[in-house]
C-alpha cells in the first residue's frame, strides 16, 4: 500500500483541462493602488544572511481582478489576483528561494483590499534571489538590490525602505528621500510620479560573504570532504590502536580475533571514505571545469552504482552464514544493475533519467531499482552492524537470532529483518516524496494549475527528485552509520581486552585507555567545527576530542580515591584490596554509616551515659579502619579515606567493563528525558521545524537524532563506568566532573569560533547542561547500585540514598542537582522563546 501510494505520485501527471491564461495583469488598472515595501538583511548572530521582505498594498475596486483576492486560497482567482501583484503575468511562476512564514493577509477596506505579504530568503549561494518584490544579486564581495515589482511599477509607491542591517552601503540609486535607522534608507514618491528604481550595493561582512560562496568550488570542497577528516582520522587512529594493542603482549583468542575485526575495518573504512565522500568531490570538480549539466546527469546516474558498491562492502564485512540473507542481497542487487547498465531497455535516457515523455515503465524501473538499491545499502548496515553488536555482547539469545551451533555466533534472519527493512525503506521514501511535494506547493503556490504546463512542470520536479534519491540517501545515510559502526568496533575490542584473565581485570591498563580514547570523539562527542558554511576546520575537532578526554585522564591519574598510600606500608589502596575483599568492605561501610547515625542521634540527646557512648562508639570507628592488606599485612586506610569512600570507589565489582556496561544501561535510560528535550531543540524549535519539514529526510531524521543522543549518553555512561576507579572525587557527582570538562572542552572552542563569526551558538550550552545532568544522575544510580545488597533493608532507594551520602552529602548533591535542572530549564525556556538558527542547510544529522 505505501509502495503504491508513493508509485502512483510520480505516475498521474495532475494535468488539468487546458483554459486560456491571463496574458495580461491589466497594470494601468492599478495606478490607483498604493504600494508600500521594505527589505531587511537580517544578519545577526546567523551563519546566512536572512533576507526579510514585507509589502503592503492597497488594491482599488476598480482593478478588474480585486475581488479575487476575497475567495479561497485554492481557487484559481484568489492565485491570478495574487499572481499579477506578486509574479506578473507568467501563469507558470515557480520562485524556490522564496520561503513565507504565513498566508498574505487579506483584508477589505473603504474603495478596495489590502493585501499584505511577508516573505523571506537566505543568501546562501552566488545567484539572484528573488523575495517579494526584491531582488539580491550576491557576488563574491558585493551584494546589490533592485526593486522590480511584478505589475505595480504604475501604482503609487508611499515608500520604499533598504535596512542593510549590518553591511555597508556603497550607493544608492535614485537619491534616497530620508535615513531610517543607523544606516537604513527610504524613497517616498509623490503622487503621479510611479515607482522609485531602486538599486542599493552593499558591501558585507566577510562572514556572511563567505557563508553565501557555498557553491564556489573551494567551498564546495570544504563541505564535500567535511566527513574526510573524521573518517581517515578513525582509520589511521584504529591502526595505531592494532599495532600497539599487538606489540603489548601475548593475545587470548578473542582479543586476535576482535583485533582482526578492526584490521578489516580499516580497509572498509577507506573503501567507504573514498566511495561515499569521493565521488562527491569529483563530480564537483567535473561540474565546474567540463559541462555542467552532462556530469550532474552522470552523478545522479552513478549513484546507483555507488550505492551497490558501498552495500555489498558493508555486507560482505558483515560475513552473514545465512543463504537466505545473500540470496535477499542479490535479489536486491538486480533491478539496480539492470537499470544503471541498460536505462534505455526501460526507457530511460543515457542517464537513467526520467522526461516528461519517460513511459510509465520507465518510472517504474527507475522507482524499483531506486528502492532495491538503497535496500540492499541499509541490508549490508544491518548485517555489518549485527556482526558487530554480537561480538559486544548486545544480543540476547532469541530475538530474530539462532545460533549455527552449540557455541557458534547467533546469525540474523530475514523472518522479521525482511518486514522491517521494507517498512523502513518504504517510510523513507514516502518521506522523501511528501517533502518533494512540500516543496513544489511552496515554490509554485501561485501557478496556474489550469495550465498544461502546471502538470508537466511538477510531474518532472517529482521525476527529478526520484532521479537523485540515490545520490541523496548516500550521503545521508553513510553520514549516520559510519560512526555507529566503527564504535562498535572499538568496544568489541575493549570487550575482548575485557575477557583476557579470569577473574577479570578491576582496572585499566594503558591500552585500554587508548580504545577508550578513540571511543570518546565517536560516539560522545559533537561534530563542531562548521563556521561561515563551511566544515574545512571540522576534522580538527576530532583531535581535539581526544585531546580532551586524554588531558583529562592524564590529570587524573594518581588523584583517585584508590590511588591513596596506606599509613603504614604505603602500598595504594588499590593494590591493598584485593577483589574477594570488597564483600568485607561494604560490610564494614554499611557498620560505619549506622556508628555515624549513632552519633548523630547521641548529638540531638543529653543521656548520662553519651561520653561513654561516644567513646566506644569511636572506638570502632578506628577498628574499621584497619585494614590487611591482600599480602596478609596488617595495615590502615588512608587518614582522609573512610571505608565508605574506599566502597564507593571501588565501583559495582565485576572489572572495568561490567562497571562501564552497567553505567551504560543507566545513562541511556536516565538520559530519555534529556533526549526528548534535545531533539525537540534540534528538530520542532523555531526554524529548526522548517528545515525539519523541507529537509528530504528531516523527518526520518528526528528518529535518527534521538537515536544518536541514546547512543551518546549510553557511551559516557560506560566511559565513566570504565574510568570510575581512576577518577577522582568521594562521590559520583563530584568524580563525574573531569568526564563533563571533557566533554565540554570542544563545546568551548566551537563557541568561541561562533564568536569570532559573528554566528549564533544555538544549542551547545544546552548540550553542555544536558550531558553534565545525565552523568551526574548516572553516578548517583551508579553509587547506590554499589550498595544494592542493602535494598532489602530499606523501605525505598531515597532511604538507602541518605544513608550512603548521609545528609551533609546528600545536601549538597541535592543542591547541586537543583542548580543543573535550573540551567537546563532556563536554556531550554530561552531556546523556546527564540527563533532558532537558519532554517535553510542546517538539518544536518548529528553524530
Request: glycine residues 10%; proline residues 5%; aromatic residues 10%.
Amino acid at each position: 500500500m505505501l509502495f503504491a501510494l508513493l508509485l502512483g505520485a510520480l505516475l498521474v501527471s495532475g494535468q488539468a483541462p487546458a483554459q486560456a491564461a491571463e496574458d495580461v495583469c491589466q497594470s494601468d488598472r492599478l495606478s490607483a493602488a498604493s504600494v508600500s515595501a521594505s527589505v531587511e538583511l537580517d544578519d545577526g548572530h546567523r551563519t546566512e544572511t536572512k533576507i526579510l521582505s514585507r509589502m503592503t498594498i492597497h488594491v482599488p475596486a476598480a482593478w478588474p481582478f480585486s475581488s479575487g483576492l476575497l475567495l479561497g486560497r485554492d481557487s484559481e482567482g484568489y492565485r491570478r489576483a495574487m499572481r499579477c501583484l506578486l509574479r506578473g503575468g507568467d501563469g507558470q511562476a515557480q520562485w524556490w528561494t522564496e520561503w513565507r512564514s504565513g498566508h498574505p493577509e487579506v483584508t477589505s477596506e473603504k474603495g478596495g483590499v489590502r493585501v499584505q505579504v511577508d516573505a523571506y530568503g537566505w543568501a546562501n549561494d552566488q545567484d539572484v534571489l528573488w523575495v517579494g518584490p526584491w531582488d539580491v544579486a550576491v557576488g563574491n564581495d558585493l551584494w546589490k538590490i533592485s526593486l522590480h515589482p511584478a505589475a505595480l511599477s504604475q501604482a503609487h509607491w508611499t515608500s520604499a525602505t533598504v535596512k542593510p542591517g549590518a553591511s555597508s552601503i556603497l550607493s544608492a540609486t535614485p537619491r534616497p528621500s530620508a535615513k531610517t535607522g543607523e544606516n537604513g534608507l527610504t524613497w517616498r514618491q509623490k503622487a503621479g510620479q510611479g515607482m522609485p528604481h531602486v538599486s542599493v550595493r552593499l558591501d558585507p561582512p566577510w562572514q556572511r560573504s563567505w557563508a553565501a560562496q557555498q557553491q564556489r568550488l573551494r567551498f564546495r570542497l570544504g563541505n564535500d570532504t567535511s566527513g574526510l577528516p573524521w573518517q581517515l582520522s578513525t582509520a589511521a587512529v584504529l591502526l595505531l590502536a592494532v599495532r600497539r594493542t599487538r606489540r603489548a603482549g601475548p593475545l587470548s583468542p578473542g582479543e586476535s580475533v576482535a583485533l582482526r575485526t578492526a584490521g578489516r575495518w580499516v580497509r572498509v573504512c577507506v573503501v567507504l571514505v573514498l566511495l561515499s565522500v569521493g565521488d562527491n568531490v569529483f563530480y564537483s570538480v567535473m561540474r565546474r571545469l567540463v559541462d555542467a549539466g552532462a556530469w550532474e546527469r552522470q552523478q545522479a546516474h552513478d549513484g546507483l552504482l555507488i550505492n551497490l558498491v558501498l552495500g555489498w562492502t558493508l555486507f560482505v564485512f558483515g560475513r552473514s552464514r545465512r543463504l537466505s540473507v545473500w540470496l535477499a542481497a542479490v535479489a536486491l542487487t538486480v533491478p539496480g544493475v539492470a537499470v544503471a547498465l541498460w536505462p534505455r531497455a526501460f526507457g530511460l535516457t543515457a542517464n537513467a533519467f526520467l522526461t516528461v515523455s519517460s513511459p510509465d515503465k520507465a518510472v517504474i524501473a527507475l522507482f524499483t531499482a531506486t528502492g532495491c538499491v538503497f535496500a540492499l545499502l541499509v541490508l549490508g548496515c544491518v548485517v555489518s552492524g549485527w556482526r558487530l553488536a554480537d561480538a559486544v555482547g548486545l544480543l540476547k539469545p532469541g530475538s530474530a537470532a539462532s545460533s549455527v551451533g552449540p557455541s557458534g555466533p547467533r546469525e540474523l534472519s530475514l523472518r522479521w529483518t525482511a518486514p522491517l527493512l521494507v517498512l523502513a525503506v518504504a517510510v523513507i521514501g514516502l518521506c522523501a516524496a511528501a517533502t518533494s511535494e512540500r516543496e513544489w506547493q511552496r515554490a509554485s503556490w501561485l501557478s496556474a494549475q489550469v495550465d498544461l504546463r502546471y502538470g508537466a512542470d511538477h510531474l518532472q520536479a517529482l521525476r527529478r527528485d526520484l532521479a537523485w534519491f540515490a545520490v541523496e540517501s548516500q550521503d545521508w545515510w553513510m553520514g549516520i552509520v559510519w560512526w555507529i559502526l566503527a564504535g562498535l568496533v572499538v568496544l568489541g575490542v575493549l570487550r575482548a581486552r575485557s575477557r583476557r584473565t579470569v577473574p577479570p581485570p578491576q582496572d585499566l591498563e594503558a591500552v585500554d585507555e587508548g580504545w577508550l580514547l578513540l571511543l570518546f570523539p565517536l560516539l560522545v562527542g559533537l561534530s563542531l567545527g562548521y563556521f561561515v558554511g563551511n566544515a574545512t576546520m571540522s576534522g580538527l575537532w576530532f583531535f581535539l576530542h581526544l585531546g580532551s578526554l586524554a588531558a583529562v585522564i592524564a590529570l587524573c591519574r594518581g588523584r583517585g580515591v584508590l590511588d591513596q598510600p596506606l599509613q603504614r606500608s604505603g602500598t595504594d589502596l588499590r593494590s591493598a584490596i584485593a577483589p574477594s575483599q570488597q564483600r568485607v568492605l561494604l560490610d564494614r561501610a554499611r557498620r560505619f554509616r549506622e556508628i555515624h547515625a549513632q552519633l548523630r542521634r547521641l548529638d540531638q540527646g543529653q543521656s548520662d551515659e553519651e561520653p561513654h557512648s561516644r567513646r566506644s562508639l569511636e572506638s570502632e570507628l578506628r577498628s574499621l579502619h584497619r585494614w590487611r592488606t591482600s599480602a596478609g599485612v596488617t595495615d590502615r586506610l588512608p587518614a582522609d579515606v573512610s571505608v565508605v569512600d574506599a566502597a564507593l570507589a571501588l565501583g559495582t565489582g565485576g572489572g572495568w567493563w561490567a562497571d562501564g556496561r552497567r553505567a551504560a544501561r543507566i545513562a541511556s535510560v536516565v538520559g530519555l528525558p534529556a533526549t526528548a528535550l534535545l531533539v525537540w531543540a534540534e528538530c520542532f524549535n523555531g526554524e529548526f521545524l522548517t528545515s525539519t519539514l523541507n529537509w528530504q529526510f528531516g523527518l526520518p531524521n528526528i528518529a535518527v537524532q534521538a537515536l544518536y543522543w541514546e547512543i551518546a549518553w549510553a557511551a559516557a555512561g560506560f566511559l565513566l563506568g570504565a574510568l570510575w576507579r581512576q577518577l577522582p572525587g568521594r562521590r559520583g557527582p563530584v568524580r563525574i566532573l573531569p568526564l563533563a570538562g571533557a566533554y565540554t572542552l570542544p563545546i568551548g572552542a566551537d563557541a568561541v569560533g561562533n564568536w569570532l563569526t559573528r554566528e549564533d551558538q544555538t544549542n551547545l550550552a544546552l548540550y553542555a547542561v544536558s550531558m553534565l545532568l545525565v552523568l551526574t544522575l548516572t553516578s548517583i544510580v551508579f553509587d547506590l547500585l554499589v550498595f544494592r545488597s542493602e535494598r532489602r533493608y530499606w523501605q525505598s532507594w531515597l532511604g538507602l540514598l541518605l544513608s550512603v551520602y548521609q545528609m551533609r552529602y546528600f545536601s549538597l548533591q541535592i543542591a547541586y542537582l537543583l542548580a543543573q535542572l535550573v540551567t537546563l530549564f532556563t536554556l531550554w525556556q530561552f531556546f523556546a522563546e527564540g527563533g532558532g538558527p537558519p532554517d535553510h542547510g542546517s538539518a544536518n544529522p548529528g553524530g
